[in-house]
């Protein structure tokens, strides 16, 4: 951080002082327990002491020794604990942050973030971000770029065997943090088995939790090999992108044929995502084609079609100047169903993406454009509210959504299918069965039934 921001320090130096000495007086209070415990039970066995031979003294003084060593590592791993909790410094720290105006306060935020992971572990960090995000609407809408950001300093944690433990909130803001640590550990390595086996981890540990972390795994997979390493490839798209593309088929081979959203779909949609990137900010000579922004996708393989399109409805947004109407024009000029309307949904998804959303406006909006697109538009704004909601409270505003009497009956039946259909990419199939039971009987999915 910046001097002109001010030093962020957390335990060691702290910008709060009433915080500060409150770790003190609560350290202070964990040792005077310790011994006032240890002290009672030395009187006790001290007795016990004098009335025995002088080889059971010795004993008895060797016990009394190491149960002094066990019961001060307990007593000493609880006080660390209490100290670096994170909650009651990070909370003096946000304090600080919020004196800063809009730009200064989010650097300030990235630093904190940062400073926690450093300090405190990847659970800590992802404990400041869920505050903010329930907090700050400012960090929501940003949200994804900040565990992005995350999850590339992670790897370097995860490389040095620090406190590095997969949860649920690595889920948090759309995946991002797979995207980030998958970029860096390619960039770093450019080692795929690796890459693979920690998919692989990341499913694994998480399958109980969330049924789209490997899936997110690999699309950072394909994210992070975009990086422009090649200088013969520069301003040129397809060049660009022709590795990765080579990468993917070989990382997702043991998927045979492979599924329409498998490990091929994902990893490619993280290839265009980089390209996007790259193109949108004009790195490496590479430019968006304002005249038509999905130049790029319509001249690929059918195969990697949907995931080309789908990645650069964000280009599609930038050449529009941000305006909905018109990149629903530009989408609506791909003219095959199976990719304009998954590309469509990808830009409805958007519409959830704003401070304030306005239900009649956008169900409007909805029922404006061309046939084949107005189910899914209506669908695919409920599926926003679960990527763009506040950590696992993300269903809360979709079901919201979908009961609202705006929506016809037609609207609402596939608005409800399309939310608890997807609850399993958020939550435990425990979580997800209750949250659909509370729907009425004749919206919900598959008998509430999840795996």
């Given at each position: 951080?910046?001097?002109?921001?001010?030093?962020?320090?957390?335990?060691?130096?702290?910008?709060?002082?009433?915080?500060?000495?409150?770790?003190?007086?609560?350290?202070?209070?964990?040792?005077?327990?310790?011994?006032?415990?240890?002290?009672?039970?030395?009187?006790?066995?001290?007795?016990?002491?004098?009335?025995?031979s002088?080889?059971?003294?010795?004993?008895?003084?060797?016990?009394?020794?190491?149960?002094?060593?066990?019961?001060?590592?307990?007593?000493?791993?609880?006080?660390t604990?209490?100290?670096?909790?994170?909650?009651?410094?990070?909370?003096?720290?946000?304090?600080?942050?919020s004196?800063?105006?809009?730009?200064?306060?989010?650097?300030?935020?990235?630093?904190?973030?940062?400073?926690?992971?450093?300090?405190?572990?990847?659970?800590?960090?992802?404990?400041?971000?869920?505050?903010?995000?329930?907090?700050?609407?400012?960090?929501?809408?940003?949200?994804?770029?900040?565990?992005?950001?995350?999850?590339?300093?992670?790897?370097?944690?995860?490389?040095?065997?620090?406190?590095?433990?997969?949860?649920?909130?690595?889920?948090?803001?759309?995946?991002?943090?797979?995207?980030?640590?998958m970029?860096?550990?390619?960039?770093?390595?450019?080692?795929?088995?690796?890459?693979?086996?920690?998919?692989?981890?990341?499913?694994?540990?998480?399958?109980?939790?969330?049924?789209?972390?490997?899936?997110?795994?690999?699309?950072?997979?394909?994210?992070?090999?975009?990086?422009?390493?090649?200088?013969?490839?520069?301003?040129?798209?397809?060049?660009?992108?022709?590795?990765?593309?080579?990468?993917?088929?070989?990382?997702?081979?043991?998927?045979?044929?492979?599924?329409?959203?498998?490990?091929?779909?994902?990893c490619?949609?993280?290839?265009?995502?980089?390209?996007?990137?790259?193109?949108?900010?004009?790195?490496?000579?590479?430019?968006?084609?304002?005249?038509?922004?999905?130049?790029?996708?319509?001249?690929?393989?059918?195969r990697?079609?949907?995931?080309?399109?789908?990645?650069?409805?964000?280009m599609?947004?930038?050449?529009?100047?941000?305006?909905?109407?018109?990149?629903?024009?530009?989408?609506?000029?791909?003219?095959?169903?199976?990719?304009?309307?998954?590309?469509?949904?990808?830009?409805?998804?958007?519409?959830?993406?704003?401070?304030?959303?306005?239900?009649?406006?956008?169900?409007?909006?909805?029922?404006?454009?061309?046939?084949?697109?107005?189910?899914?538009?209506?669908?695919?704004?409920a599926?926003?509210?679960?990527?763009?909601?506040?950590?696992?409270?993300?269903?809360?505003?979709?079901?919201?959504?979908?009961?609202?009497?705006?929506?016809?009956?037609?609207?609402?039946?596939?608005?409800?299918?399309?939310?608890?259909?997807?609850?399993?990419?958020?939550?435990?199939?425990?979580?997800?069965?209750?949250?659909?039971?509370?729907v009425?009987?004749?919206?919900?999915?598959?008998?509430?039934?999840?795996?």
């Amino acid at each position: 951080m910046t001097e002109k921001y001010g030093q962020l320090r957390l335990r060691k130096t702290r910008t709060n002082e009433t915080s500060y000495y409150m770790d003190m007086l609560q350290f202070k209070g964990f040792i005077l327990l310790f011994y006032s415990k240890w002290y009672n039970t030395y009187l006790v066995l001290l007795n016990h002491v004098e009335n025995q031979s002088s080889m059971k003294k010795r004993r008895l003084i060797l016990l009394l020794a190491l149960l002094f060593i066990v019961l001060f590592e307990v007593y000493l791993l609880w006080g660390t604990q209490l100290l670096s909790k994170p909650t009651a410094s990070s909370i003096s720290q946000l304090n600080e942050c919020s004196k800063f105006e809009s730009g200064q306060k989010l650097s300030c935020w990235e630093d904190l973030i940062d400073l926690t992971l450093k300090e405190q572990g990847l659970g800590a960090a992802f404990e400041v971000v869920d505050t903010l995000f329930k907090t700050e609407p400012s960090f929501a809408s940003s949200c994804h770029d900040y565990v992005h950001k995350l999850g590339q300093k992670a790897y370097f944690l995860f490389t040095e065997k620090k406190d590095f433990k997969l949860s649920t909130k690595t889920s948090y803001c759309g995946y991002g943090f797979y995207h980030g640590f998958m970029e860096t550990l390619l960039q770093k390595t450019k080692d795929m088995e690796q890459a693979r086996k920690f998919c692989a981890y990341a499913d694994e540990q998480l399958k109980k939790t969330t049924t789209d972390a490997g899936g997110a795994c690999y699309h950072g997979i394909g994210h992070g090999t975009v990086d422009g390493s090649d200088p013969r490839a520069w301003g040129d798209p397809e060049a660009m992108i022709q590795p990765a593309l080579e990468l993917c088929e070989g990382v997702s081979s043991d998927e045979k044929p492979p599924p329409r959203h498998g490990k091929l779909f994902r990893c490619v949609s993280g290839a265009f995502n980089g390209l996007e990137i790259l193109m949108d900010s004009s790195q490496y000579k590479l430019s968006p084609d304002r005249a038509d922004p999905l130049s790029v996708c319509r001249s690929q393989p059918d195969r990697y079609k949907e995931a080309c399109y789908t990645q650069f409805v964000v280009m599609v947004m930038a050449v529009s100047g941000g305006n909905f109407e018109k990149s629903a024009e530009i989408i609506d000029s791909i003219p095959e169903d199976k990719y304009a309307v998954p590309t469509l949904q990808s830009l409805a998804v958007e519409l959830s993406h704003q401070t304030q959303v306005d239900y009649q406006k956008t169900i409007d909006f909805c029922r404006s454009l061309p046939n084949r697109f107005r189910i899914p538009c209506t669908t695919s704004v409920a599926e926003g509210f679960l990527k763009y909601g506040p950590p696992q409270n993300e269903y809360k505003e979709a079901i919201n959504f979908c009961s609202l009497p705006l929506l016809t009956g037609e609207e609402r039946i596939n608005c409800f299918e399309r939310v608890l259909s997807l609850l399993r990419n958020w939550y435990t199939a425990e979580k997800a069965s209750r949250i659909c039971q509370t729907v009425d009987k004749k919206y919900q999915w598959n008998g509430c039934q999840y795996n």
